[in-house]
């Protein structure tokens, strides 16, 4: 079972703004390490949209911004719009035992 | 531009091995670490196993340590993972990914579009 939680679903009307949560520990996200975000849209690879906390890739568009605060993060995505449905994860590494990287439980996106 | 192909998956019974590959194309593959991270039918992404560059470091999740094999070959610029006493748990789409490490982070910057490995009898 994953180290780091996130909401399973959030929703919102096209040009909201939804934020997703991600809840580490003093092991992880707490210890200092970065984190960084994928998206998967339905039936394809996850890509990456977010890395080092804040960082957009190439392409990213500016709607999707990230951020860290003691041992949780956050990815936003303001002016929400239809392509944005899809299954989001974060990630960090793992100080811990069990394996160094880690993904969130991943979150649903619906825009209603 | 960066291209990273999966082949390799297929049904296998329980117990049974698999071997995945995984071809890279459009960067220096020896310069950097690789990954497969595979997602269960309806699940989430889980992380199985790094290789370094060279292949100096190797980490594999617990939940298949000591019946998977992360390896590499430079170069035929291909990723591998050796399956062994598969499980029905072990059932899912499995990427490959490619590493990008500094200092507190390490993240999978390309990935592959998968290979489905159904272990069921």
């Known amino acids: 079972q994953s180290v780091l939680t996130q909401p399973p679903s959030v929703s919102g009307a096209p040009g909201q703004r939804v934020t997703i949560s991600c809840t580490g520990s003093?092991?992880?996200?707490?210890?200092?390490?970065?984190v960084h975000w994928y998206q998967q849209l339905p039936g394809t690879a996850p890509k990456l949209l977010i890395y080092g906390n804040s960082n957009r890739p190439s392409g990213v568009p500016d709607r999707f911004s990230g951020s860290k605060s003691g041992t949780s993060a956050s990815l936003a995505i303001s002016g929400l719009q239809a392509e944005d449905e899809a299954d989001y994860y974060c990630q960090s590494y793992d100080s811990s035992l069990s394996g160094p990287y880690v993904f969130g439980t991943g979150t649903k996106v619906t825009v209603l | 531009e960066v291209q990273l192909v999966e082949s390799g998956g297929g049904l296998v019974k329980p117990g049974g091995s698999l071997r995945l590959s995984c071809a890279a194309s459009g960067f220096t593959f020896s310069s950097y670490s690789m990954n497969w991270v595979r997602q269960a039918p309806g699940k989430g992404l889980e992380w199985v196993s790094s290789i370094s560059s060279s292949s100096s470091y190797i980490y594999y999740a617990d939940s298949v340590k000591g019946r998977f094999t992360i390896s590499r070959d430079n170069a035929k610029n291909s990723l591998y993972l050796q399956m062994n006493s598969l499980r029905a748990e072990d059932t899912a789409v499995y990427y490959c990914?490619?590493?990008?490490?500094?200092?507190?982070?390490?993240?999978?910057?390309?990935w592959g579009q998968g290979t489905l490995v159904t272990v069921s009898s």
């Open positions: 990914a490619r590493g990008r490490i500094g200092s507190g982070w390490y993240y999978f910057d390309y």
């Open positions: 003093s092991s992880n996200i707490g210890a200092g390490y970065d």
